[in-house]
């Protein structure tokens, strides 16, 4: 009897040995071959690009594009424009393909395929081969910039409530997306304003205020960066950030932060909004 339960121990321990070593095997392969990718001392397959405010690694033997180079300056732009400090250094990691984009990110894309993705802890940005020969990368990383400073300056739990209102937070990056010249020939992820307004005569914009789930995307993404861009053009940059430190600060009650802070409700300044629109015009003059 004393002896099997000595051998069902032993075999118990052997057990638990080589579950404690695969564990551990496949915690040490997701740094520099996973998910921990970013955070990984060795970047097998990748080059880094040093730079004060943020590192980037793209894959070897490629050139990086030249408005990576200039990131320094679009962490600038995004802390100016929140009034926020990005105290922690930021890796951009450049996929060189989905398969790579997959491995290392695959948790933080949720089932979707973004021209790139902000990590919540704000210290890492994903940008997919989507973004690739098509992207104004230089408007791509100010927009996912404007997300790095709000979750660095947030709980996580607030960054994760945040993505039920895309209305503010993609809104937001999408006005700091703007901020810059778009180089020839390539794009932002926001429809040009002379598209935008011939559909948005004939589409209801509060559909695309009203619920988180977007049936096209890039519209709604146009109409929130030209609603901010209204607000703040007409009541002034200190009422914004006052409603925007309010809302991702309990996004829950961001709804009702805006009617507290503009003094109208969402639903009607929207329809106003939509009324300047029907007349031509993204921005009242
Ligand atoms: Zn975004």
Redesign the pocket.
């Known amino acids: 009897m004393a002896t099997q339960e000595t051998a069902t121990r032993r075999t118990l321990r052997w057990l638990i040995r080589i579950l404690v070593t695969v564990v551990v095997l496949a915690l040490l392969a997701a740094f520099p071959l996973g998910p921990l990718f970013a955070w990984s001392p060795m970047h097998p397959g990748y080059s880094l690009a040093h730079f004060s405010r943020a590192d980037v690694l793209y894959p070897d033997g490629t050139s990086l594009d030249s408005a990576y180079r200039e990131i320094d300056r679009y962490v600038a732009v995004a802390e100016s424009f929140h009034e926020l400090k990005c105290s922690k250094k930021i890796e951009v990691v450049v996929c060189g393909n989905w398969n790579d984009c997959h491995r290392f990110a695959e948790p933080f894309l949720l089932g979707q395929r973004?021209l790139?993705?902000?990590v919540a802890t704000g210290t890492v940005i994903f940008v997919t081969p989507r973004a690739t020969g098509w992207a104004d990368i230089g408007g791509l990383l100010r927009?996912?910039l404007?997300?790095a400073v709000q979750s660095q300056n947030r709980s996580l739990l607030s960054v994760l409530r945040m993505l039920r209102q895309?209305w503010v937070?993609?809104g937001v990056?999408?006005v700091v997306a703007a901020q810059g010249v778009t180089v020839p020939g390539r794009y932002l992820?926001s429809l040009p304003e002379r598209e935008f307004l011939s559909r948005a005569k004939k589409e209801d914009l509060w559909q695309s205020f009203a619920v988180a789930q977007q049936k096209d995307w890039r519209f709604s993404?146009t109409a929130w960066m030209y609603f901010w861009n209204r607000q703040i053009e007409r009541n002034g940059k200190p009422k914004f950030l006052q409603f925007e430190g309010a809302c991702f600060t309990d996004p829950d009650e961001c709804r009702s932060d805006f009617a507290a802070v503009y003094g109208a409700d969402l639903r009607k300044t929207v329809e106003e909004f939509q009324a300047d629109v029907r007349l031509g015009q993204v921005v009242p003059h």
């Open positions: 973004p790139a993705v902000t927009h996912e404007s997300h895309p937070s993609e990056a999408g992820a993404y």
